[in-house]
């Protein structure tokens, strides 16, 4: 019976690796993730959301997600991390409860570690930040959609436009379009109304992350 349940916890667990929720490689301890999760929060020049926590910590396979997902629930409850109910989201803030205690174990977290997590807040940072500078939404109109899209960097306006369509679905395919390839499709607009005048236009689109998605 014993070696049937053995067996049985081997095939999940071997069913979780394939998907991806469980990492090969990466911090074994619960309490290392969590020490984790506060250098993230530290070292972040921005307010990450869940999905933004998952996606460093998957990244590289720091961690798989059961350890992170249960890591984050204790840590709110345990007041080393704060859940921050913003206009634009939730917001995962260390409390300074959590800055203490990373103060003291944060030797604990392998140097390898950091070097990862750093990369891929980077990464993660760059897109954040990416998608904070474009904006792309629809209304609608007596005569049909009016498609609002826009670039800026920082406070400056590098491209807006306003376009008319005649069903919803179109509306939407060009947000999600524009969404994913903003960049590409600013520098294609110039091009043509420039005449390539002064050779090709672009903009550095950020590495994008196994979870990137569009609304």
């Given at each position: 019976m ?18 991806g929720?469980v990492e ?9 993730v969590?020490i ?9 020049e921005?307010?990450?959301t ?13 961690a ?6 249960t890591s ?6 345990s ?8 206009e ?5 803030l260390?409390t300074?409860l959590g800055?203490r205690?990373?103060k003291?174990l ?21 897109r ?5 500078n474009i904006?792309?939404?629809y209304?609608?109109?007596d ?5 609002s899209?826009?670039i800026k960097?920082?406070d ?15 509306a ?10 903003a ?7 110039m091009?043509v109304?420039t ?5 090709e ?9 196994m979870?990137?998605?569009t609304?």
């Amino acid at each position: 019976m014993d070696n049937v349940l053995k067996q049985d916890k081997k095939e999940e667990i071997v069913l979780a690796i394939k998907r991806g929720i469980v990492e090969l490689d990466g911090l074994r301890d619960k309490e290392d993730v969590k020490i984790l999760i506060l250098f993230v929060c530290q070292n972040s020049e921005v307010y990450l959301t869940r999905d933004n926590l998952t996606d460093i910590v998957r990244y590289y396979g720091l961690a798989n997600y059961f350890d992170f997902a249960t890591s984050v629930e204790e840590m709110v409850i345990s007041r080393h991390i704060d859940c921050v109910a913003l206009e634009t989201g939730e917001y995962y803030l260390m409390t300074p409860l959590g800055e203490r205690t990373l103060k003291e174990l944060a030797s604990r977290l392998p140097a390898s570690v950091q070097r990862k997590a750093l990369g891929a807040l980077l990464k993660v940072t760059a897109r954040i930040k990416r998608n904070n500078n474009i904006s792309a939404k629809y209304q609608k109109t007596d005569s049909g959609f009016l498609v609002s899209l826009g670039i800026k960097d920082g406070d400056f306006d590098i491209f807006s436009s306003e376009i008319y369509v005649v069903s919803e679905l179109c509306a939407r395919q060009i947000i999600n379009d524009f969404k994913i390839d903003a960049e590409i499709m600013y520098g294609k607009i110039m091009n043509v109304l420039t005449g390539d005048t002064f050779g090709e236009i672009k903009i550095s689109q950020p590495e994008k992350t196994m979870d990137d998605e569009t609304y």
